[in-house]
């Protein structure tokens, strides 16, 4: 039994769940998930993960203010579960063309790990996941 956990970030029901089942079943990992950046930032600053998977485009929070308030967060001394930041993995369906990769990764690089656009390629995405797990 694996203590490596995952967090899924995306406002679109179908594809959270898509995601979170494939991962389960492929990765073998503990995954939860959450419907926007407010949610998973509350969850990040209460558990470890190893690996978040994060949509870009969701109300009330973005991926990319989710990603800043997390660089905030780090420098708290009292929210312990941020000793080390997770993995992120970006998923978007903004074109390269709009977003390119490198500004998505630039603009968090310790823990921005990938960019992945949809309709992602889940194998590829998977794979990913698991090269970042502790």
Do not use: N, W
């Not at 939860?32 to 009330?60: F, N």
């Not at 009292?78 to 992120?88: F, K, R």
């Amino acid at each position: 039994m694996t203590s490596s956990s995952v967090l899924v970030v995306e406002d679109d029901d179908a594809i959270r769940l898509l995601l979170t089942e494939y991962l389960q079943v492929h990765s073998h990992v503990t995954v939860e998930s959450a419907r926007d950046g407010v949610e998973a930032l509350h969850q990040i600053s209460t558990k470890r993960y190893d690996v978040v998977v994060l949509d870009v485009m969701m109300p009330k929070m973005s991926g990319v203010d989710l990603l800043d308030s997390l660089t905030a967060l780090r420098r708290d001394p009292s929210v312990q579960s941020l000793e080390s930041l997770p993995a992120v993995l970006v998923i978007t369906s903004v074109s390269d063309g709009d977003v390119p990769d490198r500004v998505l990764a630039e603009h968090c690089p310790e823990v921005v790990r990938g960019v992945f656009r949809k309709p992602l390629e889940i194998d590829a995405l998977a794979s990913e996941v698991e090269r970042y797990l502790r």
